[in-house]
């Protein structure tokens, strides 16, 4: 006999109340005009996400969502102060772009998933009172899916160990500062590969300060 | 209790720091009383002003060996360093109990400069760079990172003349950009400090080294004091204070160098950075010269010394490091020649050449060298620079000995009472 | 059953934050006597003299702060601390929460707190403080991962991500024994988790308190407090990740754990007052090219030692 997981009232209660505070601060994500605000306020709905999977007895996806999220967002954070031009919102000029085309994807993506939340048959295979989420979790991606979260981590850190080097300030021809670039062909002359100087184009390394 | 320092305040800044009752904090929105501690040139007086107003409430003020501001009720002037600690416990006591009032804000609460632009948060001007928010100027990269390519915003402003890791008096106005200092200028140089009245009396006749050089280990003690308070070692920096207090011929380094370098001050801590070049160690003269390599010590010209077989200690680099060893140094050997010279009773020979713990003094006293700090702190880590100040004695040596100053003096400190004696 | 589900875990962690607060201040003040500041007042009185007097002092304003992430990063900080404080086992049965993934639940403690204190930092729109703030995400995006290293190695052999099991695991030999790496690194981060002492690049001196240089009166007692709070939850975490919990003869287990948590926090609260303050630079590159490569061989040496 199976046993139907029955839920009390405060379940319901709980996943409203986080249901609603993950959607405000999602809207609060796009309504604030400084980018700090603007990622830890996803954060926030990242956790109510989250507190809403362990509700759903996901608790290792639901904990490790925190984790994750605190730590990605900060440095969401850090990079978008670090790289935009204007994050705290107080410049006048416009900072969204090609609004029509997202607004209306945002709104046919929403119309999408109303429609299968509401007419989809979700299956109702209650979970047993025995299992031990983190020990099916763990026999699920080093089990059957080894491949795909092993190659997938490999990816991730050949990447992160690309991006070091590429950002890295000693090149190899030398450091950055002293504009790295290949020894010439004949001792002492242009270095090799290096594109005919234009005369107009010398910016004199003020290029990137275009505002 | 925070205290804002003015000509010859440190004494009592070191007074108070050994007085078990008072503690002192490097902020002002964590003290209860501020402490004017010593005579405040006028030019300073407004950021006094600005610092008095950051105290939060309920807050006293109390005054040492300076006029306290008419306008200001209820503040008592004080002018006995052995009444200072009891009269500070008494201020706080009275101000908690409700005795005394708070001290009234100076400054009106209205945010310094007016919003500009036609927005909420100032923007909506005209184009790009609209409006002027806050009456500042948009953070944007104004100049190339020095490290790599990174180019952060850039931000300029100035920090005071109370500000306590710097020398008493100092302002400068600093660029920086993300924790690198990118320009500094120095804009008020330190208050000439005082020298022990040894130096003095060492110009117009023959001294006993013992006590002059006691006189030059107690000035080097006192800067360790500073830069390890600074460096977060606290329990080292009493002790250097001690030592100081009580240096007689019989005491010994030994004890503080061991701690120094197994607590890991000489790799761990921030004093990377900020070498000298030839021509600067020149200008700056004393120890930070002969740490940087100059072989230059105006006691090696004098006989006194030259019988207690003196020869300069040099390093060679002459970043901070070598010059807190150079320092470490200079004090081990003013004591080893102390002994010697109480011994032997040696006195000085030459009365116009004298080399001052600050740098030789010839014809004239040595100079303020702040203008060097403008040309080695660009580059440095904040931790850094900050290092390289405490260890760089940049103020000029003043035309009065210590203690000979009429009780006009008094440094400013604020000062944070958190608990007093009888808790 | 809410009594025992709700309101007896409430009140065990409400004791445990105050009491443990109130320990390190004390303990605190007898390490900087003995080391020879000048201090008068009983040890035990001076804490609460000091609440009492951050309580009569007014919160202070900065020119437009974020106010509401400004003042509630602090009590932020001190619900960090307090969930911390709820998955440490006091014994078998005695634990407020015990979650299936706890070892997860405090990685994500040290990961928010990450947060919260950029948010200290950030918030107050004052120069000093968000460098500080700046300065502890360098430092907290370093220790994050020697410290999830470092426990997953400890729950290898309780091949569980429960802090009960992981106790349990060790009632043959303690892992600070079996896993010599791990404890050393783990206070490492503890220092860095609490940026105290050494690892004070968020509160530091050279920016005249950092992150805390603005704050004053109540808020400034609940971020005291609340720092407080956790080291004494990151001491509780240290003793059952390795130093075996509530294991220990003859006398009853949660007394075990509290001299255990004792022990640690008088090894951090020393090194905290001996050692100067590393500079930035120096401290994330000791973590990435030193401290993370040990904690690889920490975690190897875990595994190896499970299979075995």
């Known amino acids: ?211 | ?423 | 059953m809410i009594v025992e589900e709700l309101v007896l875990p409430v009140l065990m962690v409400f004791f445990m934050l105050a009491a443990g607060a109130y320990t390190v201040a004390v303990l605190d003040r007898v390490i900087a006597g003995a080391l020879g500041t000048p201090q008068t007042g009983s040890v035990w009185i001076a804490p609460l003299a000091r609440g009492a007097w951050l309580m009569t002092q007014h919160a202070n304003a900065t020119e437009a702060p974020d106010w509401r992430a400004w003042r509630l990063a602090p009590a932020l900080y001190l619900s960090l601390a307090a969930i911390g404080l709820a998955v440490v086992p006091w014994s078998g049965s005695l634990v407020a929460t015990d979650l299936v993934t706890s070892v997860v639940l405090w990685g994500s403690v040290e990961a928010l707190a990450t947060v919260v204190i950029f948010l200290h930092g950030w918030s107050a729109n004052a120069l000093f403080a968000l460098i500080g703030g700046y300065r502890y995400v360098a430092l907290g995006l370093s220790y994050i991962l020697i410290s999830m290293f470092v426990l997953i190695g400890v729950a290898l052999p309780a091949e569980s991500l429960q802090f009960t099991q992981v106790v349990a695991s060790q009632e043959e030999l303690w892992n600070v024994i079996r896993q010599p790496l791990g404890l050393p690194l783990f206070l490492i981060v503890g220092l860095g988790m609490t940026f105290w002492g050494p690892l004070n690049l968020a509160d530091s001196a050279d920016l005249a308190g950092g992150t805390a240089a603005e704050i004053s009166g109540p808020p400034r007692l609940v971020w005291d407090v609340a720092r407080a709070a956790m080291l004494v939850a990151f001491s509780g975490v240290a003793t059952s990740a390795f130093l075996g919990g509530w294991l220990g003869p003859w006398l009853p287990g949660p007394l075990w754990v509290a001299i255990k948590m004792l022990a640690v926090l008088l090894v951090l609260l020393l090194l905290g007052r001996l050692l100067p303050r590393l500079a930035p630079e120096r401290c994330v590159t000791l973590m990435w090219v030193i401290l993370l490569p040990l904690s690889f061989i920490d975690l190897v040496w875990a595994g190896v030692g499970a299979l075995l």
């Open chain 2, 1 to 423: 209790m925070f205290p804002v320092l003015g000509v010859q305040g440190d004494k009592a800044l070191r007074h108070l720091t050994l007085s078990p009752d008072i503690e002192l904090v490097d902020s002002p929105r964590h003290a209860s009383v501020l402490l004017v501690a010593g005579e405040i040139p006028a030019d300073r007086f407004e950021p006094l002003r600005r610092v008095h107003d950051q105290l939060p409430y309920p807050f006293t003020t109390l005054w040492f060996r300076c006029e306290p501001w008419p306008h200001l009720e209820n503040v008592t002037r004080i002018d006995d360093l052995d009444v200072l600690p009891a009269a500070l416990v008494t201020a706080y006591h009275e101000l908690m109990e409700g005795r005394r009032e708070s001290s009234p804000r100076i400054l009106l609460d209205k945010p310094p400069n007016p919003w500009e632009g036609a927005g909420d948060f100032g923007q909506g001007g005209e184009g790009m760079m609209g409006g002027v928010p806050y009456g500042r100027p948009m953070a944007m990269n104004m100049e190339d990172d020095i490290r790599d390519g990174l180019t952060l915003d850039s931000l300029t402003f100035r920090l005071g003349p109370f500000f306590f890791a710097f020398p008493p008096g100092m302002a400068a106005e600093i660029t920086l950009q993300g924790d690198l200092v990118q320009t500094w200028k120095t804009q008020r140089a330190p208050y000439p400090q005082s020298l022990d009245p040894v130096f003095f009396a060492a110009r117009k006749r023959l001294v006993p080294i013992a006590a002059l050089e006691l006189a030059r280990a107690r000035h080097h003690l006192y800067r360790l004091f500073h830069a390890l308070h600074l460096a977060g070692l606290e329990s080292a920096s009493l002790s250097a204070l001690r030592l100081a207090n009580n240096l007689s011929t019989t005491s010994t380094l030994d004890g503080l160098r061991r701690y120094l370098s197994r607590s890991g001050f000489f790799r761990l801590a921030a004093i990377k950075g900020g070498e000298l070049g030839p021509e600067q160690a020149r200008r700056i003269g004393g120890p930070a010269a002969r740490a940087a390599g100059l072989d230059e010590d105006l006691r090696s010209d004098d006989a006194g010394y030259r019988r207690l077989g003196f020869s300069p200690v040099c390093q060679a680099s002459g970043d901070t490091r070598a010059r807190w060893r150079q320092v470490l140094a200079e004090i081990d050997q003013s004591l080893q020649l102390a002994r010697q010279a109480e011994r032997d009773d040696v006195s000085t020979s030459e009365v116009d050449r004298i080399e001052t713990p600050r740098g030789p003094w010839l014809e004239k006293r040595p100079e303020d060298a702040s203008a060097l700090l403008d040309e080695i702190l660009p580059g440095q880590e904040w931790g850094d620079a900050l290092a390289t100040i405490a260890s760089l004695d940049v103020a000029a040596v003043a035309e009065a000995p210590l203690d000979t100053q009429t009780t006009g003096e008094s440094p400013i400190t604020e000062l944070s009472d958190d608990e007093g004696g009888p808790a």
């Open chain 1, 1 to 211: 006999m199976i046993e139907s997981m029955s839920h009390g009232i405060g379940v319901d209660i709980a996943f409203l109340l986080l249901a609603t505070l993950a959607v405000v601060t999602a809207w609060r994500v796009f309504r604030t005009d400084s980018m700090v605000r603007a990622s830890f306020f996803l954060l926030v709905s990242f956790i109510a996400v989250g507190v809403i999977m362990i509700l759903l007895a996901a608790e290792y996806l639901g904990v490790a969502m925190f984790f994750m999220m605190a730590v990605e967002m900060t440095v969401m954070a850090l990079f978008m102060v670090m790289f935009m031009m204007n994050p705290a919102g107080l410049n006048p000029m416009n900072m969204v772009h090609q609004e029509r085309i997202s607004i209306g994807a945002g709104v046919v993506s929403f119309l999408v998933l109303s429609v299968m939340a509401l007419l989809a048959v979700f299956p109702d295979r209650p979970v047993s009172a025995g299992l031990d989420p983190v020990r099916s979790l763990g026999n699920e991606m080093l089990g059957d899916s080894m491949l795909i979260f092993e190659s997938a981590g490999l990816v991730l850190l050949t990447t992160m160990i690309g991006v070091v080097v590429l950002s890295s300030h000693r090149g190899r021809y030398g450091a950055a500062t002293e504009g790295s670039l290949p020894p010439g062909l004949e001792s002492g002359g242009d270095p090799a590969g290096k594109p005919e100087e234009d005369e107009d184009d010398e910016d004199g390394g003020h290029h990137h300060h275009h505002h």
